[in-house]
C-alpha cells in the first residue's frame, strides 16, 4: 500500500509502515492509527502530544476494552456495527479483535448477520471500504480502482458482486458491498492475507427490488436491472481492467444471480484466475463433507446416488464437483436426481436452465417408476424409486427433509448421508436432532447453519457445519502464495481433498469437517494442497521453495507493524 504520508510493505509475515505524515493525519489513518498504543517516543516524532490520553496501553489492553464495549452492544446489528466502525479506525486492533473471538464473531461479521447488514445498507450507511462501479458509468473502472491506491504486485485478491443472489434474501442492489467486504476480512481472520492486499467491489447494474428502488435513502443506481450485452461488456471491461491494474490477483465472485453466475464463470475460468464460491467454493466443502462420510461408511464415493433437492447455483455446483472428482479419479459418473420448483428434472421438463440440463433424468428411467404424476415427480417418490444414499438441501425450503422422506432413505440405508444446507436455520431442509431421531442416531450430517451438538445415549454428535470458510480462505491463500495463473477443477480437488484429511472418522458422533475454531490451521493445510497442486500443473508463476514455510511467511498475524517514521 502507498499512500500519500504513508507507504506499507506487506509482502510478509512482518510488516512495516513508513510514515512522514504528522499529528492528527496519522490518527485518522486505520493502517497507521494504534491510538492508546502510541509510546512516548512515537508521540514525540509523530507530533501527537496532546492528542492522546498520556497513559500508554498495550494491544492486550486495548482487546479488553475493545471486546467489552463489542459485548455491551444490544444486537447482532449492533455489533456488527460497531465491528465495522473499529475497522475504519484500527484495521490491526479489529483484526486482532476478531481472531481472537473468531468463533463468537463470524456470525456477525459473515452470515447470518451480514444479511441484515445488507439489508440495512442505505439506512445504516457509516462509510465503508470498497469500490462502487456503476454500469451508467463503465468509462469510470480504471480511475475507481486506481483510486483505491493499491499497487499492481500489492495484490492478490478481487472479491466482486453484483448483489443479485445475496445469500437468502436475493437482490440487494449497492449493499451488496457488504458482503464482498465480509468475505475479505475471512480472508484476513482465516488465512492471514493481509487486509491491504485486497479489494472489495461491488457492480452497481441498478436492481429490481422495488422496496429499495422507492426508498428515499437508497444510494445505489435508480433503475432496474440492467441485462444482456450491455450488461456483459460491463463485465467484460472490468475483468479486463482487473487484470491490466492487478496481473496476479485473483477474482473471486459472489453472489450473482444464477442466470449468470455460471455463465460468468465459464466464460472467464480458462483465462484468467478466477473463483466462484457459490458455485466452487461451496462445492469444495461439501465435497470434503462427502469424503469424509463415505470413510466412515466404508462404501467408496463411486457407489453411491445423490439426490440435489435445489438444483441453483450451489446445487448443480455441487454435483458439478462430486462428477469432477469421480471424473479425476478415472470413475463414471455417478447417479444425480436434481430438483428444481417443478419437481425432480426430467429430460422434458419445462423450464429447466442450460446449466441443470445434464442432471436431467431420461423419460424411459421415470416411466418405470410407481409415481401420481410423472411430470412432476417429488422427492419422496424419487427416494422410494431410485434409493439415493446421499440427499443434499441447497432449497431454501425449510423441514422439506421430513420425517417420511428421511425414514423412507433408512428403510434401505443403514448410514444415509443428509445435508440441509440452506440457510438461514428457518430455511434449513431439516433440524439434525430430527434426522439423528428418526435415524435411531445413525445419519452421518452436515448443514450449512450452525448447530449445537446433540446427545444420544452415550454418543455426542458434533454437528459439521459446510461454511465455505473452511474452503475458500485457504484457496485464496494457497493461489497467491504461487501467483497462479488459474484456479484449476485439480486445485479444488486438492483443497476438498486435505480438508476432510483433517477429521477423525474413528470417534463415534465425530464431525464431518472441522471446526470454525480451527480456521487458521484450516486455511494453512488447504493453501499447501493448493499451492503444490498448480505447481504440479505448471500454474505457478512463483516457485514454491518449502512449502509450508512459504505459507507461514505470508499469513499476516495482526500485530502493530514496525514504524519508520521519516
Known amino acids: 500500500m502507498q499512500q500519500s504520508g504513508f507507504k506499507l510493505d506487506t509482502g510478509s509475515r512482518k510488516t512495516i509502515l513508513e510514515i512522514s505524515s504528522r499529528g492528527r493525519l496519522v490518527l485518522t489513518n486505520p493502517v497507521s492509527n494504534r491510538g492508546t498504543a502510541f509510546t512516548d517516543a512515537e508521540r514525540e516524532q509523530l507530533n501527537l502530544a496532546g492528542l492522546l490520553t498520556n497513559r500508554v496501553s498495550s494491544i492486550e489492553e486495548q482487546l479488553q476494552r475493545t471486546y467489552g464495549q463489542f459485548s455491551r452492544c444490544p444486537s447482532p446489528l449492533s455489533k456488527f456495527i460497531y465491528l465495522s466502525q473499529l475497522r475504519d479506525r484500527n484495521e490491526v486492533l479489529y483484526?486482532?479483535?476478531?481472531?481472537?473471538?473468531?468463533?463468537?464473531?463470524?456470525?456477525?461479521?459473515?452470515?447470518?448477520?451480514?444479511?441484515?447488514?445488507?439489508?440495512?445498507?442505505?439506512?445504516?450507511?457509516?462509510?465503508?471500504?470498497?469500490?462502487?462501479?456503476?454500469?451508467?458509468?463503465?468509462?469510470?473502472?480504471?480511475?475507481?480502482?486506481?483510486n483505491f491506491e493499491l499497487t499492481p504486485e500489492n495484490v492478490d485478491l478481487v472479491v466482486v458482486t453484483d448483489s443479485e443472489g445475496i445469500l437468502g434474501i436475493g437482490d440487494q442492489g449497492i449493499g451488496g458491498i457488504q458482503i464482498a467486504i465480509g468475505k475479505l476480512g475471512l480472508y484476513t481472520a482465516a488465512a492471514g492475507i493481509h487486509p491491504q492486499r485486497a479489494i472489495p467491489v461491488v457492480l452497481d447494474v441498478g436492481t429490481d427490488n422495488l422496496g429499495l428502488l422507492h426508498s428515499d435513502r437508497y444510494l445505489g443506481e435508480r433503475h432496474a436491472r440492467v441485462r444482456g450485452e450491455q450488461y456483459d461488456e460491463f463485465i467484460d471491461r472490468f475483468v479486463r481492467v482487473v487484470t491490466e491494474l492487478f496481473p496476479n490477483a485473483m477474482i473471486h465472485w459472489e453472489d450473482f444471480g444464477v442466470a449468470n453466475a455460471h455463465r460468468i464463470l465459464q466464460r472467464y475460468a480458462k483465462e484468467i484466475c478466477t473463483f466462484n464460491d457459490d458455485i466452487q467454493g461451496t462445492a469444495a466443502v461439501v465435497l470434503a463433507a462427502a469424503i469424509a462420510a463415505v470413510r466412515r461408511t466404508g462404501i467408496p464415493l463411486r457407489r453411491h446416488r445423490f439426490v440435489i433437492y435445489g438444483a441453483g447455483t450451489a446445487g448443480i455446483g455441487i454435483a458439478d464437483m462430486i462428477q469432477g472428482?469421480?471424473?479425476?479419479?478415472?470413475?463414471?459418473?455417478?447417479?444425480?436426481?436434481?430438483?428444481?420448483?417443478?419437481?425432480?428434472?426430467?429430460?422434458?421438463?419445462?423450464?429447466?436452465?442450460?446449466?441443470?440440463?445434464?442432471?436431467?433424468?431420461?423419460?424411459?428411467?421415470?416411466?418405470?417408476?410407481?409415481?401420481?404424476?410423472?411430470?412432476?415427480?417429488?422427492?419422496?417418490?424419487?427416494?422410494?424409486?431410485?434409493?439415493?444414499?446421499?440427499?443434499?438441501?441447497?432449497?431454501?425450503?425449510?423441514?422439506?427433509?421430513?420425517?417420511?422422506?428421511?425414514?423412507?432413505?433408512?428403510?434401505?440405508?443403514?448410514?444415509?448421508?443428509?445435508?440441509?444446507?440452506?440457510?438461514?436455520?428457518?430455511?434449513?431442509?431439516?433440524?439434525?436432532?430430527?434426522?439423528?431421531?428418526?435415524?435411531?442416531?445413525?445419519?452421518?450430517?452436515?448443514?450449512?447453519?450452525?448447530?449445537?451438538?446433540?446427545?444420544?445415549?452415550?454418543?455426542?454428535?458434533?454437528?459439521?457445519?459446510?461454511?465455505?470458510?473452511?474452503?475458500?480462505?485457504?484457496?485464496?491463500?494457497?493461489v497467491s502464495v504461487v501467483q497462479a495463473r488459474l484456479v484449476s477443477e485439480e486445485m479444488i480437488y486438492a483443497a476438498a481433498q486435505?480438508?476432510?484429511?483433517?477429521?477423525?472418522?474413528?470417534?463415534?458422533?465425530?464431525?464431518?469437517?472441522?471446526?470454525?475454531?480451527?480456521?487458521?490451521?484450516?486455511?494453512?493445510?488447504?493453501?499447501?494442497?493448493?499451492?503444490?497442486?498448480?505447481?504440479?500443473?505448471?500454474?505457478?508463476?512463483?516457485?514454491?521453495?518449502?512449502?509450508?514455510?512459504?505459507?507461514?511467511?505470508?499469513?499476516?498475524?495482526?500485530?502493530?507493524?514496525?514504524?519508520?517514521?521519516?
Open 325 to 478: 472428482a469421480l471424473s479425476a479419479a478415472g470413475r463414471d459418473p455417478g447417479q444425480f436426481y436434481a430438483f428444481n420448483h417443478n419437481g425432480l428434472i426430467i429430460e422434458d421438463s419445462p423450464g429447466t436452465r442450460e446449466f441443470q440440463k445434464p442432471y436431467a433424468r431420461p423419460r424411459s428411467e421415470i416411466d418405470g417408476w410407481d409415481v401420481a404424476d410423472p411430470h412432476r415427480v417429488n422427492l419422496l417418490e424419487t427416494i422410494r424409486n431410485a434409493q439415493p444414499t446421499i440427499l443434499i438441501g441447497t432449497s431454501a425450503r425449510g423441514g422439506a427433509f421430513s420425517e417420511e422422506v428421511v425414514r423412507e432413505m433408512h428403510s434401505y440405508c443403514e448410514r444415509p448421508v443428509i445435508m440441509p444446507l440452506s440457510n438461514p436455520t428457518d430455511r434449513c431442509e431439516a433440524r439434525p436432532s430430527d434426522l439423528l431421531d428418526w435415524t435411531d442416531g445413525k445419519a452421518l450430517i452436515a448443514t450449512g447453519s450452525p448447530f449445537e451438538p446433540v446427545r444420544r445415549g452415550s454418543v455426542h454428535h458434533t454437528i459439521a457445519q459446510a461454511n465455505n470458510a473452511l474452503i475458500f480462505p485457504g484457496l485464496g491463500l494457497g
Open 498 to 566: 486435505a480438508l476432510a484429511g483433517l477429521v477423525n472418522e474413528h470417534q463415534p458422533g465425530a464431525s464431518l469437517l472441522p471446526t470454525m475454531r480451527d480456521l487458521r490451521m484450516v486455511a494453512a493445510t488447504v493453501a499447501k494442497a493448493v499451492a503444490e497442486t498448480a505447481e504440479s500443473q505448471g500454474l505457478a508463476r512463483r516457485p514454491l521453495t518449502n512449502p509450508i514455510q512459504d505459507i507461514y511467511e505470508r499469513m499476516w498475524k495482526p500485530e502493530y507493524p514496525e514504524l519508520r517514521i521519516v
Open 95 to 146: 483484526y486482532r479483535l476478531v481472531s481472537e473471538h473468531l468463533e463468537e464473531m463470524l456470525p456477525i461479521v459473515y452470515t447470518p448477520t451480514i444479511g441484515e447488514a445488507i439489508e440495512r445498507f442505505s439506512h445504516e450507511y457509516v462509510g465503508t471500504r470498497g469500490v462502487f462501479l456503476s454500469i451508467d458509468h463503465p468509462e469510470r473502472i480504471e480511475e475507481s480502482l486506481r
